[in-house]
């Protein structure tokens, strides 16, 4: 039977410091007096360890993008391929962990030459959708075991994990428990990189403005009544980065020691500097937002400078490492700028930050 894993309610993932440091083309000139540096903090939550999977939905549109993607599913596609092909056809056996409604990675594998692919998937729907997906492509060698990877037992372990499993922030979903569990339990290989695809989920990390933050405030708006991080598509201009992204967490799916529920290590603090001609540019993208809404003119000049030079928060967003032979290759969910489909951040405070006062509070 399956290893039953403790669910905690909600898990303070981690808690991320930000120090943002100014560079001095954009900043010197407001930087009036020196005060000790001011940390702001965000925490979030995610799931961590099972014993429902309300956080799953189904979407029918979202499957659907994720299916057309055309530069994700290809990857995946090239990636299932050649792994089969290095060894003889119909000898290895793939599981697609989450296969979704079309069954869509698990049919690629299948076609690949898969001795056998088993997929499990925890919403009914999708499952239900993706045996009508096999029996329709006639396929006979996938099966479809509806439920909770880690509530699930398998008759054989695998020789190749699919599992596309990664929320906006890479772990948000379970991914730490999911892919423990099925280390010890599904995978004849559980520490070789080659056992999986991908091998890697990341979370990239860098302060934002948001306008919507910087127009919207108390007493009139109070955004700490919203206890959910804001979720962007990332094609929504409403939100830029005001420095390049950092790494914020790495989970390399045949890692030994991959953190167990609830043990996740406290992480050090990331700094930011902040980059004047990212700044200078998210004025003109804002400026360019305000002119579609019909604000033009002095208005739209002292609207776009203030909330390019406005901190909300911490922008974040997932990204997916798929090894091709010997190279590894980022799944290229990111539309603009590194930014994936959906972007998430915690906002820092109730009211965003002007970036200068930020500076004054750092110790320069
Ligand atoms: C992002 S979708 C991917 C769908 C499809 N594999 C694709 O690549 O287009 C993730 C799917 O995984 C399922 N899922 C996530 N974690 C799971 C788990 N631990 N056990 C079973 N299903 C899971 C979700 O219900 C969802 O259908």
Redesign the pocket.
């Known amino acids: 039977m399956a290893t039953q894993l403790v669910r905690r309610d909600a898990l303070k993932l981690a808690t991320a410091a930000i120090s943002l440091v100014p560079s001095a083309s954009v900043l010197a000139a407001d930087v009036t007096t020196t005060k000790p540096t001011q940390l702001l903090r965000a925490s979030w939550t995610a799931t961590d360890g ?1 014993s429902d ?1 309300s956080f ?1 939905q ?1 979407d029918e549109g ?2 659907a993008a ?2 057309d993607d055309e530069k ?2 290809p990857l ?1 596609e090239r990636a299932i391929q050649q792994r089969l092909a290095a060894a003889p056809p119909n000898t290895l056996t793939v599981l ?7 069954a ?3 049919l690629v594998a299948a076609r690949a030459g898969a001795k056998k692919v088993y997929t ?4 009914k729907e ?1 499952a239900n959708r993706a045996r009508e997906a096999l029996e329709k492509a006639k396929v006979t060698n996938v099966e479809v075991i509806e ?4 509530a ?1 037992s398998l008759p054989e372990k695998v020789d190749l994990l ?5 929320g906006s922030i890479a772990s948000e ?3 730490y ?2 892919i423990c ?1 099925a280390q010890a339990r599904f995978l004849k290989r559980p520490n070789d990189s080659a056992s999986y695809i991908p091998t890697r989920i990341e979370t990239l990390a860098a302060p934002c403005s948001y306008a919507i933050h910087y127009a919207l405030g108390p007493p009139a708006f109070d955004w700490t009544k919203l206890k959910e991080p804001v979720r962007l598509n990332c094609r929504d201009e409403s939100m830029q980065l005001l420095a390049s992204p950092q790494l914020l967490e790495s989970i390399a799916f045949a890692d030994p020691q991959l953190p167990s529920a609830g043990l996740l290590p406290a992480q050090p603090p990331l700094t930011w500097t902040v980059d004047g001609e990212r700044v200078a540019s998210n004025a003109r993208v804002f400026y360019e937002e305000l002119k579609r809404e019909g604000v033009t003119g002095a208005e739209a000049i002292a609207l776009s400078d203030g909330v390019s030079r406005s901190f909300s928060g911490l922008a974040m967003w997932a990204r997916l490492r798929i090894d091709l032979g010997m190279n590894a290759v980022d799944c290229p969910l990111m539309a603009r700028d590194c930014l994936p489909h959906q972007v998430l951040s915690p906002l820092m405070s109730s009211e965003c930050h002007l970036i200068a006062s930020l500076i004054r509070c750092s110790a320069r």
Do not use: K, Q
Request: glycine share 10%; net charge negative; proline share 2%.
């Open positions: 099972f999977a799953i189904f979202a499957y994720m299916r994700r599913t995946f697609d962990l989450g296969t979704g409604p079309f869509l990675l698990a499990i998937e925890a919403n999708a439920g909770f990877s880690t699930i699919v599992a596309e499993i990664a979903e379970g991914a428990a999911t569990d």
